[in-house]
């Protein structure tokens, strides 16, 4: 207490002064309406100033629980969607007045790691089993398809990405229906190579590339990427394309598993046709 009254008395001149011009800001605004109009609106501005930055504060920190809530929204709309839902002949089911049966819904899920620089990139997501998750199933974000479940535990899974020397994913042409293999040449995470397309396609810079019924895992029609450039290597009767990926992998966060309602039955259904060729 000793100290900070020699402290003011050592340093009065200087609360003095400011106590004046306290007095004066006062006098000012109360007896000058000019001045204090001034005053009283660069106040108001500066503490507006100071609500709008705390409101994008708290609107930063919430971020992470929109995306959340976006997701799942988004997840719900998808299981919406038409082409989620497969024809059955009216003859058949006239009893259900129905016309389509799903066959597809969607799962909305977190990317907790990724790769995308190795010859072998893997994701892991944040749900598993316990929500119904299994092998073989597709992966995809808004922008586009990101890969296939490979491994499930109770509460993760891990996707072999489409940045994977193995993956092949059957897709096409949007506007000339032309399809073949997608695969990564495991150069650049931005691009991977559409082969096997026949000379007589309609091909060109700028092409949509979509994912084809084939695949046996993803829906048709939902987008890879475009055509950046094509070419007939040497020795081959067949275009091949890089394909500029829709789906940035180096920045995936939040994906969609998509379940095959169908995937099964057809799975038996043509091992077990194959086993009788192989007989």
């Known amino acids: 207490m000793k100290n900070l009254l020699a402290f003011v008395v050592k ?5 003095i002064f400011l106590v004046l011009q306290v ?35 708290r609107e930063y920190f919430a971020l992470k629980q929109e995306n959340d809530r976006l997701a799942i929204e ?5 299981n919406l969607l038409k082409s989620n839902y497969s024809a059955i002949p009216l003859a058949e089911y006239k009893k259900n007045d129905t016309l389509y049966k799903q066959q597809y819904s969607y799962v909305a899920a977190k990317v907790v790691n990724s790769s995308v620089n190795k010859r072998r990139n893997f994701l892991t997501l944040n749900i598993g089993s316990n929500m119904g998750i299994s092998r073989d199933m597709a992966v995809m974000t808004s922008n586009g398809i ?19 020397k193995d993956v092949r994913v059957n897709c096409q042409l949007k506007r000339d229906g032309s399809y073949g293999p997608l695969i990564w040449d495991g150069k650049d995470y931005r691009y991977c ?17 979509i994912t084809s019924e084939l695949s046996g895992i993803f829906p048709e029609g939902i987008i890879v990427g475009t055509i ?4 007939r290597r040497i020795n081959e009767s067949f275009y091949t394309a890089t394909v500029l990926l829709s789906a940035n992998l180096k920045k995936v966060n939040h994906v969609y598993v998509i379940k095959n309602k169908h995937k099964g039955e057809r799975d038996s259904l043509e091992t077990k046709t194959q086993k009788q060729i192989d007989d």
């Open 74 to 78: 988004n997840a719900a709309l998808r």
């Open 228 to 231: 950046e450039s094509f070419e």
């Open 146 to 164: 990101v890969g296939i479940v490979t491994d499930v535990s109770n509460n993760f899974s891990t996707v072999m990405s489409l940045l994977h």
């Open 23 to 57: 007095l004066c800001i006062l006098l000012m605004v109360n007896r000058n309406g000019y001045q204090g109009s001034h005053v009283i609106n660069s106040s108001n501005e500066v503490v507006a100033n100071v609500y709008q930055t705390a409101a994008n504060t």
């Open 11 to 15: 340093h009065n001149f200087i609360f």
């Open 193 to 209: 190579l559409l082969t096997d397309i026949p000379t007589h396609a309609k091909i060109g810079k700028g092409d949509t590339v």
